[in-house]
């Protein structure tokens, strides 16, 4: 396993990221267990969940992936410094998480106290905001125009940002988190928080997770760019476009159980022709190399430069050893010209 250094923050994370967001719906405890064990065994060091999983979100499975985790923490207290443990805050629109509401200095306060209860731990390595209030380009709203930037109050949202910058600073000096990172945002958004941050001497962002993949290349170069010369750790979530890049969704097939036969909170918006049509051919060219779809997709992944740990998720022990595995991968100049230049003909499929 390789390793890199999370941002500014010192540590020292492996390259495969242990995402979690199916455990309490397709997964249970054991098999979670397994997973957590699994990963350790390979080098996985770090490990991604959120107080709004399992998924698909619903009031029953609120806090349920956060619980499980802690099952394991509170079965071996011994082993919680193997794990650099993230987890993070909802932000607007679920109303069964604070009454839907914004996210303030008073929200993280005690976001922070109900996640370490449940993840039976008394610090998180990385707390992050799962989404800005403002809205942001993401989920398929990066095309012109679908957001308005204009509209938004800059200064309102300055001073939100310094109101939460303040409850993450006194976070962080009680010991409950080690460090801060975003989700879901903008390079404006990196940028406004370590400007804040110098400028009233507050905790410092470490990093930031974002959709990215071979279908969803848009913060690629802006975005990781500035993560490169801000010290902001970069996470691509998602790195198989929610499961299309395995492969196992081409032709409207729907494998029993899969993420894709389930009610989504935001729609399928990756299922489309240009999606089923990319897929194809990078399955041919998977083949074609010996190695899976999902492999080809998460070891490009790996190599791009910027990227500092690509958050992964199973639902079985198999497709668990096949992503890490990929990262083991060394793909050649040939293959990456072949990747590219299926890329340059779906540079956006959704």
């Given at each position: 396993?390789?390793?890199?250094?999370?941002?500014?923050?010192?540590?020292s994370?492996?390259?495969?990221?242990?995402?979690t967001?199916t455990?309490?719906?397709?997964?249970?405890?054991?098999?979670?267990?397994?997973?957590?064990?699994?990963?350790?065994?390979?080098?996985?060091?770090?490990?991604?969940t959120?107080?709004?999983?399992?998924v698909?979100?619903?009031p029953?499975?609120y806090?349920?992936t956060?619980?499980?985790i802690?099952?394991?923490?509170?079965?071996?207290?011994?082993?919680?410094?193997?794990?650099?443990?993230?987890?993070?805050?909802?932000?607007?629109?679920?109303?069964?998480?604070?009454?839907?509401?914004?996210?303030?200095?008073?929200?993280?306060?005690?976001?922070?106290?109900?996640?370490?209860?449940?993840?039976?731990t008394n610090y998180?390595?990385?707390?992050q905001l799962h989404?800005?209030?403002?809205?942001?380009?993401?989920?398929?709203?990066?095309h012109?125009?679908?957001v308005?930037?204009?509209s938004v109050?800059?200064?309102a949202?300055?001073?939100?940002?310094?109101?939460?910058?303040?409850?993450?600073?006194?976070?962080?000096?009680?010991?409950?988190i080690?460090?801060?990172?975003?989700?879901?945002?903008?390079?404006?958004?990196?940028n406004e928080?370590?400007?804040?941050?110098?400028?009233?001497?507050l905790?410092?962002?470490?990093?930031?997770?974002?959709?990215?993949s071979?279908?969803?290349?848009?913060?690629?170069?802006?975005?990781?760019e500035?993560?490169?010369?801000a010290d902001?750790?970069?996470?691509p979530?998602?790195?198989l476009?929610?499961?299309?890049?395995?492969?196992?969704y081409?032709?409207?097939?729907?494998?029993?159980?899969?993420r894709?036969?389930?009610?989504q909170?935001?729609?399928?918006?990756?299922?489309?022709?240009?999606?089923?049509?990319?897929?194809?051919e990078y399955?041919?060219?998977?083949?074609?190399?010996?190695i899976?779809?999902?492999?080809l997709?998460?070891?490009?992944?790996?190599?791009?430069?910027?990227?500092?740990?690509?958050?992964?998720?199973?639902?079985?022990?198999?497709?668990l050893k096949?992503?890490?595995?990929?990262?083991?991968l060394e793909?050649?100049?040939?293959?990456?010209?072949?990747?590219a230049?299926?890329?340059?003909?779906y540079?956006?499929?959704?």
């Amino acid at each position: 396993m390789k390793y890199s250094k999370l941002g500014s923050s010192g540590l020292s994370v492996s390259r495969v990221c242990l995402g979690t967001m199916t455990w309490g719906v397709q997964n249970t405890q054991e098999d979670a267990n397994e997973q957590i064990e699994y990963a350790l065994s390979r080098g996985v060091n770090f490990m991604d969940t959120a107080e709004m999983y399992a998924v698909p979100p619903s009031p029953e499975t609120y806090g349920k992936t956060e619980t499980i985790i802690g099952n394991w923490l509170g079965a071996n207290p011994s082993r919680r410094g193997e794990v650099i443990l993230a987890t993070k805050i909802a932000g607007v629109g679920l109303p069964w998480i604070r009454d839907g509401g914004e996210i303030t200095g008073e929200a993280i306060i005690k976001a922070i106290d109900d996640s370490l209860a449940r993840l039976q731990t008394n610090y998180i390595d990385l707390y992050q905001l799962h989404w800005p209030n403002r809205e942001s380009p993401h989920f398929s709203k990066h095309h012109p125009n679908m957001v308005n930037f204009t509209s938004v109050d800059t200064a309102a949202h300055s001073a939100q940002m310094l109101e939460i910058l303040q409850a993450l600073d006194a976070s962080v000096k009680a010991g409950k988190i080690r460090h801060f990172g975003l989700s879901d945002d903008s390079p404006w958004g990196i940028n406004e928080y370590i400007r804040l941050s110098e400028e009233h001497n507050l905790t410092r962002v470490t990093s930031i997770q974002n959709e990215f993949s071979l279908l969803h290349t848009k913060d690629w170069p802006y975005l990781i760019e500035n993560c490169v010369h801000a010290d902001v750790a970069y996470l691509p979530w998602s790195a198989l476009a929610a499961g299309a890049l395995s492969g196992k969704y081409i032709d409207g097939s729907r494998p029993e159980g899969s993420r894709w036969t389930m009610e989504q909170r935001n729609w399928l918006f990756r299922d489309n022709d240009v999606t089923n049509d990319a897929v194809k051919e990078y399955k041919a060219l998977a083949e074609k190399n010996g190695i899976t779809t999902a492999q080809l997709a998460l070891a490009w992944c790996d190599q791009v430069d910027g990227v500092t740990s690509t958050i992964i998720g199973a639902t079985t022990m198999a497709q668990l050893k096949e992503d890490i595995d990929a990262f083991d991968l060394e793909l050649s100049d040939e293959l990456k010209a072949d990747i590219a230049a299926i890329h340059r003909k779906y540079p956006v499929p959704f």
